[in-house]
């Protein structure tokens, strides 16, 4: 599709309420621009499904995100903070209720057929971050960025530290609060107007209007809607699209009054969904479990209705779109560089061997845009952009020849830092969009050129930080890997294995040496006593299938040696019902003298088995570290007055493991 089209089809999707068709659409996009109409419908249709931009009702049909959420009623519950100084902050309060391309200063609400005012609220950054972290926390200080052009001005003064004080427009509750009596625990129902504008309609419900019965049956409806979007879509391109697919996925109890607002339900209520890390970015996911890792750059930026170079770009690792490939023959010009052997270069880097036919395929391509940009294009004129467009394609190069070299770089990737092919991915991706943005004769604001060069200075230091990781991980590889190669002169010794155990939800891990005649019954021991567990909960371990569901389960007398020999190289330990622990097989080694199993790396102190799971554990920590004298005292009673989350005690394992006989 081209981008008149793509525009042709987000602007019916924002206007159509009922049912569609393929037909319905199709026809629409097709009288606003016909160009490459051959296989229109095929690609509109591949867009839909890809992109999740609307839902597919049956084989025929499609519902828009405005048609199913609009006049379908939410809630939202003031804080005690907003109570108190008469306010109200929309922040991520309507996701996904409200049209993903107006922000929430840009909002308007209604309180009995009259709109509701607005006011300005000053302080801290970080005072109103957490009206906005269902967004994601790395997306909080962008959003306050752009509450208001002052604020934008004090961030992007420094891009490295947040401005001392910022202002956001909040509304002003006054009245509405003191004639409705609103006090601590009551909320507002809300109900959109008109999803593409942003517009709410708003009433009062008191804190004991609804039965703890009522609000159970939400949550569980709500649970199940989060877990089957995660099964279904994985983790999705924006937290806001796997809200969207919960309510969708969670049934009509999930669309309905009782209910608890969105930011109680995530943050409080429930402890089977949770936001973790993912690449530099956050999700949501099954508490305790983490995103499985891809093995390579996963095309984030690729359209779905790809055109032949595009595809064939794709099949050689660079995910990009015609109008990256555009950007970068500006950028070449830009650089005054008529060399065509250097723009291919930095569009496919030389580390990917092309045939001749998909070589010839890309210059042809590139000449044909050299003739198009040739009559048009001023270096006077992009002056501006120029520069950033020179930053951003180098990044982009470099990131891409980064994966390309670790794909085919003889080495476990289980060695490698944790998401790191995601990571890559959304940086290429980000990267990738930027390119197409300044694919333009027309040079944007400059205030949005700043924060784009603020963008890229983000990107560039999170992608030398990477190489960093990479660098320290590829030779704490080759330095094991040497003395494994020096341990396999005598063959006669029993085969032994690197085991990496990670607990999900948190950052602590564990390496241990494990026999390979060991069963796994023998790896829990050695799990539960790594951890400092005392074995009192029922245990398993499986395999995680698509979207964290199990694929097969373990019998426990099997030999570490026997799953291995069947390419397994990741089990998940699964421990009472709230703790999960990554098994990596690392590497296999056979010792030069005999090999006590033992437990040789590890870092921070595990979380007591009694602790409710990774969600709970975290509230501990973050009230150990930074809340009042009570909160660390409450914290400290559950788990425990000696616990120093950044110990590990390597000798004491090892002491206790020698106690414990194999079985």
Request: proline fraction near 6%; include cysteine.
């Amino acid at each position: 599709m081209t981008p008149n089209q793509e525009e042709a089809l987000y602007g019916f999707l924002d206007n159509v309420t009922e049912p569609f068709t393929l037909e319905n659409v199709t026809v629409l996009v097709r009288m606003l621009d016909s160009k490459r109409s051959e296989n229109l419908a095929a690609e509109i249709a591949a867009l839909l499904d890809a992109r999740s931009v609307a839902f597919r009702l049956n084989e025929r049909q499609w519902l828009s995100r405005r048609g199913f959420f609009e006049k379908v009623p939410f809630v939202i519950k003031p804080t005690k903070l907003e109570l108190l100084n008469g306010i109200l902050i929309p922040g991520h309060r309507c996701v996904p209720f409200a049209n993903m391309a107006v922000m929430p200063h840009e909002y308007q609400f209604f309180w009995k057929g009259k709109a509701v005012p607005w006011t300005t609220s000053e302080g801290d950054p970080e005072d109103f971050y957490p009206y906005y972290y269902i967004f994601g926390h790395e997306y909080a200080p962008q959003y306050v960025a752009r509450d208001n052009p002052e604020n934008e001005i004090a961030f992007n003064s420094d891009p490295y530290e947040d401005p001392p004080e910022v202002s956001i427009r909040t509304l002003d509750m006054r009245l509405i609060y003191r004639e409705a009596g609103f006090v601590p625990g009551d909320c507002f129902v809300a109900r959109s107007k008109d999803w593409k504008k942003g517009i709410f309609d708003l009433e009062k419900s008191d804190k004991n209007a609804w039965t703890q019965a009522e609000l159970h049956a939400w949550l569980e409806a709500a649970e199940r809607g989060f877990e089957d979007s995660f099964t279904r879509l994985g983790p999705g391109t924006c937290t806001e699209e796997q809200i969207a697919y919960a309510y969708w996925y969670g049934g009509k109890r999930m669309r309905e009054i009782p209910s608890y607002s969105l930011e109680e339900f995530l943050f409080e209520k429930t402890d089977r969904i949770e936001k973790v890390d993912y690449g530099i970015e956050s999700r949501y996911w099954f508490a305790g479990k983490d995103i499985p890792d891809d093995k390579g750059l996963s095309g984030l930026a690729v359209p779905p209705d790809r055109t032949p170079i595009e595809d064939m770009l794709l099949q050689a690792n660079v995910p990009i779109s015609e109008y990256v490939i555009l950007s970068y023959v500006r950028d070449a010009m830009f650089r005054n560089d008529g060399n065509i052997e250097n723009m291919l270069n930095r569009i496919v880097p030389p580390v990917i061997r092309l045939g001749k036919s998909e070589r010839k395929m890309i210059v042809d391509y590139v000449n044909d845009v050299i003739d198009e940009l040739d009559g048009r294009y001023s270096i006077f004129f992009d002056k501006s952009m120029g520069p950033i467009r020179k930053r951003a394609s180098d990044l982009h190069t470099a990131v891409v020849e980064l994966a390309v070299r670790l794909q085919r770089a003889e080495m476990d990737l289980s060695w490698l830092p944790r998401h790191i092919f995601i990571k890559l991915s959304q940086i290429q991706g980000h990267t990738a969009s930027l390119l197409e943005d300044l694919d333009t004769d027309e040079e944007p604001p400059e205030s949005e050129l700043d924060a784009i060069d603020h963008s890229l200075d983000s990107m560039v230091e999170t992608f030398g930080e990477i190489k960093e990781m990479i660098d320290e991980a590829m030779n704490n590889y080759r330095r094991s890997n040497l003395q494994l190669v020096k341990s396999g002169d005598n063959v006669r010794n029993e085969a032994w294995q690197t085991v990496q155990l990670s607990v999900g939800g948190t950052e602590i891990w564990r390496r241990a040496l494990v026999p390979g005649s060991g069963t796994l019954k023998d790896l829990h021991k050695i799990i539960q006593i790594g951890l400092g567990w005392k074995g009192v909960s029922p245990y398993r371990f499986y395999i995680e299938g698509p979207g964290g569901m199990d694929r097969k389960i373990f019998n426990n007398t099997m030999k570490i040696r026997e799953i291995c020999s069947q390419g397994v190289t990741e089990l998940q330990y699964e421990y009472g019902t709230v703790w999960n622990v990554k098994v990596i097989f690392i590497s296999p080694y056979q010792p030069e003298t005999k090999e006590t199993r033992r437990i040789i790396a590890g870092e921070g102190a595990a979380p007591p088995e009694t602790i409710c799971g990774p969600l709970r554990f975290r509230k501990l920590l973050a009230a150990m570290t930074g809340g009042s004298d009570a909160e660390r005292n409450a914290a400290l009673q559950e788990l425990g007055a000696d616990f120093d989350p950044f110990s590990f005690d390597l000798e004491k394992c090892n002491k206790n493991l020698k106690l414990v006989k194999n079985d």
